[in-house]
């Protein structure tokens, strides 16, 4: 296969032909793809939350669907349903848009708890279960869950239990008046997604994601890991802080940052550019912090600054 980091490099050019003005938002895109991990977009309406999916499963050559959550969609419409057939005298599973190798979970809020935690064996497990029979899902597998911060109307907010499954959460924001701009010179005649092309495959995708496992990690990395997501458990402004599954996320992204820097190893600054992104939706504020207006990023960055920060040293060696 050919370099991992040169394919990355590719996907996250494509993209940006697309998405523009928000690199650092695509590149934590491709690496929660890169990581096996489902990615959770919030933010405000048309700001690219559904182009940025697309030009994802265009670029990677995956094959991608689109769920529109609503209050009365079922969780059938998610996972697929058996139907009689009756030239046959059986039952016929036909697969829903779960089935996907890139899924587009859109207004995810909108849904009841019961359709929402139809994702949940889906995302966890990578396997989906209908009528007592369990269908694997293809590889790669993604969801890329969309929610809109601001109108609460209607909508059934995400469990805790739902949100840790989430590897990572994106803010993208809107975009600068230059950015905003060229959106509009480059969607004059087309839509740029129409004519972005392919420029890796599913299976080179899952050849990265092998590759990011291999990624070294120190046991001093490890432990400061460890020591940052105790320190969200520990902080006073914290109701409840992040679980063992946010210092894996952490752990899991920080190898693949590393790999689209093209080294092989992992470094602290891996660790604190991540730790938001990471850790920030699984804590859960207090209530006297939020009346003083303290947040999730608040907390982390506080986090980050109180947990000493590991010295460097080689490979197998002593630290410096």
Do not use: W
């Not at 993604?142 to 109108?151: D, L, R, S």
């Not at 969200?232 to 693949?256: D, I, K």
């Amino acid at each position: 296969m050919e370099d991992p980091k040169i394919i990355a490099e590719r996907i996250l050019e494509n993209v940006e032909k697309v998405i523009v003005g928000k690199a650092s938002e695509v590149r934590l895109a491709v690496i929660c793809l890169l990581c096996q991990g489902h990615l959770l977009i919030e933010d405000v309406p048309g700001v690219g939350k559904t182009t940025l999916a697309r030009s994802l499963a265009k670029s990677t050559g995956c094959n991608f669907k689109r769920i529109q959550f609503t209050p009365d969609i079922l969780p059938s419409d998610v996972t697929g349903v058996s139907v009689y057939n009756q030239r046959s005298s059986d039952f016929e599973f036909r697969p829903g848009p779960i089935m996907a190798q890139i899924v587009l979970a859109d207004e995810i809020n909108r849904a009841t708890p019961k359709t929402q935690s139809a994702l949940l064996e889906a995302m966890e497990e990578r396997q989906t279960t209908v009528d007592g029979t369990t269908y694997k899902l293809p590889q790669p597998f993604m969801v890329m869950a969309t929610q809109n911060p601001i109108e609460y109307e209607g909508t059934f907010p995400l469990p805790e239990a739902q949100l840790d499954r989430f590897l990572m959460r994106v803010h993208l924001g809107y975009p600068t008046n230059t950015d905003e701009v060229l959106m509009m010179d480059s969607q004059q005649t087309v839509h740029p997604i129409d004519s972005l092309e392919q420029v890796t495959n599913a299976d080179e995708i899952v050849g990265i994601q092998r590759a990011v496992k291999e990624i070294y990690v120190d046991p001093l990395i490890k432990q400061y890991i460890v020591a940052l997501v105790d320190m969200t458990r520990q902080h006073e402004a914290v109701y409840l802080g992040a679980s063992p599954r946010g210092s894996l996320a952490l752990y899991r992204t920080a190898q693949a940052r590393a790999l689209l820097d093209g080294r092989d190893f992992v470094i602290p600054d891996d660790v604190k550019e991540l730790a938001y992104t990471t850790l920030g939706h699984r804590v859960i504020v207090s209530p006297s912090a939020r009346v003083k207006s303290i947040s999730a990023s608040d907390i982390i960055l506080g986090c980050v600054e109180r947990v000493p920060v590991p010295g460097m040293r080689a490979r197998g060696g002593q630290p410096r």
